[in-house]
């Protein structure tokens, strides 16, 4: 059966810190993969996606980055973390359009 | 950018009552899927309609689709508290590889 990783669960990062979010996916090969931001209490914003290795699709133009090193390996990233870059992340994925998405259990990023 | 738009914002019953959520979208879609979240956890999926389906159930879930209106609802019927949650309706667009998302409805049930 397939699994969807994602750590840590919480973390606080000082501003100006970098930040590294990983998300693996197993028992599935060539997933779709995601990254959506949630902030308190609204919807989902979907920030980057990823069709295969290296390729990697960014919809909103911010602070943050993406990588896709390995088939089941998605990773978030920052150089320098931003007071509005606190948030709930969320990795998900699926494999191809017609099917639901499965989503990790979320990571709670708190920038001071 | 928000493609759907849920309504109401907030919704509370009593167990045992149906809950009706709608959802409206702006463009065309391939699909429309309909997710769920408790607090502080990831989502989870609940059904996924397609455009030329009108209605489709799971369990205790019934999900209609008005293309021309662009809109859904959800039917939860005869509620449990564990329905309690935040309730997402998403599009997946024909000519994309991504899914939008609406703005939730929060649900809460009392025992």
């Known amino acids: 059966s397939q699994t969807i990783h994602q750590w840590p669960a919480t973390l606080v990062q000082p501003v100006g810190s970098p930040l590294s979010l990983e998300c693996t996916v197993e028992g599935t090969s060539n997933p779709n993969l995601y990254w959506y931001r949630q902030a308190a209490g609204r919807g989902l914003q979907l920030l980057f996606y990823s069709v295969g290795i290296g390729q990697i699709s960014s919809e909103v133009p911010q602070n943050l980055s993406a990588s896709r090193p390995q088939d089941q390996q998605f990773i978030l990233s920052s150089k320098k973390l931003l007071l509005s870059d606190s948030g709930f992340y969320l990795c998900?994925?699926?494999?191809?359009?017609?099917?639901?998405?499965?989503f990790g259990s979320g990571t709670r990023l708190t920038v001071v | 950018s928000q493609q759907g738009e849920e309504d109401p914002q907030a919704l509370s019953i009593q167990e045992g009552e149906n809950a009706t959520m709608n959802c409206s979208y702006k463009t065309s879609i391939n699909n429309l899927q309909w997710y769920r979240q408790n607090s502080g956890r990831g989502l989870v999926h609940l059904i996924l309609i397609r455009s030329n389906e009108r209605e489709k159930h799971s369990g205790r879930l019934r999900v209609t689709l008005d293309t021309s209106k662009k809109s859904s609802s959800l039917l939860i019927t005869a509620s449990r508290a564990a329905d309690t949650a935040s309730y997402f309706c998403?599009?997946?667009?024909?000519?994309?590889?991504?899914?939008?998302f609406g703005t939730g409805t929060r649900l809460q049930v009392f025992p």
């Open positions: 998403a599009t997946d667009s024909w000519n994309t590889d991504k899914l939008i």
């Open positions: 998900a994925w699926n494999l191809d359009r017609g099917h639901g998405y499965t």
